[in-house]
């Protein structure tokens, strides 16, 4: 793939929403803003970060908040570009990329939004290999790449550019103003170089999600199971199939924290998988022991369509199968742990990897 | 007064103290710092509005928080210079004054500090000619004059450059980032031409700091009367002479909340007087009866020495008058009031002035 047209935008964003492990966002509005941007802007170029010059000037824009509120508060092509603007204002010289944070439904997409707009080329890549709800979950941090000076921008013209002692205190910093925003805002961050990119980006994020979302679609077309296919794809492993029997959420401190609950269905039957979640799926239980967590990527699929199911979307009945994915091998170093393992999520656990 | 010196600092805070109406921090706080910073780079030039030029660039330097939250963490002088540094550095172009934001212990003297640092002449003027709690709480936004864009900088190294619709936003945005800073941080706002604080600013606040510390401090030394000197300077009147019997006070969203009541002695005696404030004083009740509310200026000055007593600062068993002295007529403008009237602090009062 070497530029993202509007035939592409329905594959990557069904398999970005798969990366997005819950997260990320509803992947309808990601597709929706990025295929207005491209049809006023034109296609978005695809660079690989082999292709990246060393001197590369990149940023990364993404939307911070509550997936629950993104849903309600759409943002305008307008209002995503504004954060990368004013970021690029504040360096005081141009930006020659934009690139993703994360992978997720609505945060794959933003970049294409940006990128179509400013007409720079999107860099196929992203900070995490999955989603992360923090700002400083990105390898990037393990490499010493700071977040700020970031840029922040609401839907009615508020901005503020954030320069910060470290990369948690621009989590913390940016998390207040996305609340006063409205629990939904715009950043744009982590400027690196080209050279910065290639070492501590995951590569390849855009055309693996064009890939997944293709095999969901051709194994449906096939009548073929492609929740098989995905879990093929990732090398991971299916956890359980179940139909959900409780949802508990609520939005706290900017998150859409919670907790899901499914009853077994076919082998799994007799049994029950309980998800923790905080934006993304962070662990999955079956029948009270521990199958997986994070850092590795717990995805929530339509039983038959092969669909990814936000945090937000889960909804009583539906009929799902959970598999687990292996994240990117940096987030198992003891600083990958400490970055987003389970204790930095406040669960009092070693990490269970995809495969067991 | 040509320049303020080291000598001048004392009656300065005390003075402000006195139009800090019970907030803007403690005097003795600011007294420290501005001498640190004079003694190290040299008196500050103090320049009039009449001589300001039409094209000055100023900008206002102040600490934002809860003042009893300023006492345990002092700033250092290089941080009161970070915000104005930051501000500076957005604007993209040189300052050539410093203005204060308000009158008040702290906020009359940070901006000395500012100015020492910067080698920058101060302006003998302020935006409200009193205190106040809230960011667009200054007659420059009655005409017009933008907060934003403005820096916040905390002790850690820490900074944001804020740009907001309005300066109510400016406000939403610089608290919540005052309170995850620690609940007191310094800011930098309200960058406007000469022309503009000609119009905007309240003329000749520290020569009357000064002033006002000069009378209370000959009326001491000739053991006459400091309070009545202090109340026939600023055409106010006595409200209430009491001791204090209860201070109920609490830290919420950033400020310092609470109620005083104070029962009556002399002429008072057999009288209560119940003062209500959010960092400043803002009702005094005597009997029930409301006797004075913001905008007006509502003193509490111990009886003996004519020193002013901060909302943080009340003590039981204190012994102090009360006084009431008329704000700057535009604060009594609807506009005005709309902006710092009782109704806006949520009591449900006509404006009571201070003369009656």
Same mark, same amino acid.
């Given at each position: 793939m070497r530029e993202i047209t509007l035939a592409d935008l329905d594959d990557i964003a069904t398999g970005a929403a798969v990366l997005g492990?819950?997260? !990320?966002?509803d992947p309808h509005i990601g597709r929706l803003l990025a295929a207005s941007a491209v049809r006023e802007y034109g296609p978005v170029k695809l660079c690989s970060l082999e292709e990246l010059p060393d001197d590369a000037a990149l940023v990364q824009v993404a939307m911070m908040g509550a997936p629950t509120v993104m849903v309600e508060k759409l943002p305008s092509v307008d209002q995503v570009s504004a954060a990368a603007g004013a970021l690029s204002g504040h360096l005081g010289s141009g930006l020659t990329h934009i690139a993703c944070a994360e992978a997720g439904g609505v945060n794959s997409l933003i970049p294409v939004v940006a990128a179509a707009q400013l007409g720079l080329p999107l860099v196929d #890549? *992203?900070? =995490?290999?999955r989603a992360f /709800?923090?700002?400083? =979950?990105?390898?990037p941090t393990l490499y010493g790449?700071? #977040?700020? /000076?970031m840029a922040i921008a609401d839907e009615k013209g508020n901005r503020a550019v954030l320069d910060t002692v470290d990369n948690h205190w621009a989590e913390r910093l940016a998390r207040s103003a996305t609340i006063d925003m409205g629990c939904s805002a715009m950043i744009s961050s982590y400027a690196m170089s080209g050279a910065q990119a290639r070492d501590s980006l995951v590569p390849g994020t855009l055309s693996l999600c064009a890939e997944l979302g293709r095999l969901v679609r051709e194994a449906r077309a096939a009548h073929a199971d492609p929740v098989a296919a995905v879990v093929a794809r990732l090398g991971g492993s299916t956890l359980f199939t179940g139909k959900v029997t409780d949802v508990e959420r609520r939005t706290v401190t900017g998150f859409a924290r919670g907790t899901a609950t499914l009853s077994g269905l076919d082998? *799994? #039957?007799g049994s029950a998988l309980t998800l923790r979640f905080q934006n993304e799926y962070l662990v999955a239980e079956v029948d009270g022991r521990v199958r997986a967590t994070v850092p590795d990527l717990i995805c929530t699929l339509d039983?038959?369509? !092969?669909e990814a199911v936000t945090t937000e979307a889960l909804r009583f009945g539906q009929r799902v199968t959970v598999i687990a994915a292996p994240a *990117? /091998?940096?987030?198992?170093t003891p600083e990958g742990l400490a970055l987003a393992g389970p204790r930095y999520f406040g669960y009092d656990l070693d990490p269970v990897g995809a495969n067991g």
């Amino acid at each position: 793939m070497r530029e993202i047209t509007l035939a592409d935008l329905d594959d990557i964003a069904t398999g970005a929403a798969v990366l997005g492990t819950g997260g !990320g966002g509803d992947p309808h509005i990601g597709r929706l803003l990025a295929a207005s941007a491209v049809r006023e802007y034109g296609p978005v170029k695809l660079c690989s970060l082999e292709e990246l010059p060393d001197d590369a000037a990149l940023v990364q824009v993404a939307m911070m908040g509550a997936p629950t509120v993104m849903v309600e508060k759409l943002p305008s092509v307008d209002q995503v570009s504004a954060a990368a603007g004013a970021l690029s204002g504040h360096l005081g010289s141009g930006l020659t990329h934009i690139a993703c944070a994360e992978a997720g439904g609505v945060n794959s997409l933003i970049p294409v939004v940006a990128a179509a707009q400013l007409g720079l080329p999107l860099v196929d #890549a *992203d900070g =995490m290999g999955r989603a992360f /709800p923090e700002i400083q =979950m990105v390898l990037p941090t393990l490499y010493g790449v700071r #977040a700020t /000076p970031m840029a922040i921008a609401d839907e009615k013209g508020n901005r503020a550019v954030l320069d910060t002692v470290d990369n948690h205190w621009a989590e913390r910093l940016a998390r207040s103003a996305t609340i006063d925003m409205g629990c939904s805002a715009m950043i744009s961050s982590y400027a690196m170089s080209g050279a910065q990119a290639r070492d501590s980006l995951v590569p390849g994020t855009l055309s693996l999600c064009a890939e997944l979302g293709r095999l969901v679609r051709e194994a449906r077309a096939a009548h073929a199971d492609p929740v098989a296919a995905v879990v093929a794809r990732l090398g991971g492993s299916t956890l359980f199939t179940g139909k959900v029997t409780d949802v508990e959420r609520r939005t706290v401190t900017g998150f859409a924290r919670g907790t899901a609950t499914l009853s077994g269905l076919d082998g *799994d #039957a007799g049994s029950a998988l309980t998800l923790r979640f905080q934006n993304e799926y962070l662990v999955a239980e079956v029948d009270g022991r521990v199958r997986a967590t994070v850092p590795d990527l717990i995805c929530t699929l339509d039983r038959e369509s !092969g669909e990814a199911v936000t945090t937000e979307a889960l909804r009583f009945g539906q009929r799902v199968t959970v598999i687990a994915a292996p994240a *990117d /091998p940096r987030w198992h170093t003891p600083e990958g742990l400490a970055l987003a393992g389970p204790r930095y999520f406040g669960y009092d656990l070693d990490p269970v990897g995809a495969n067991g």
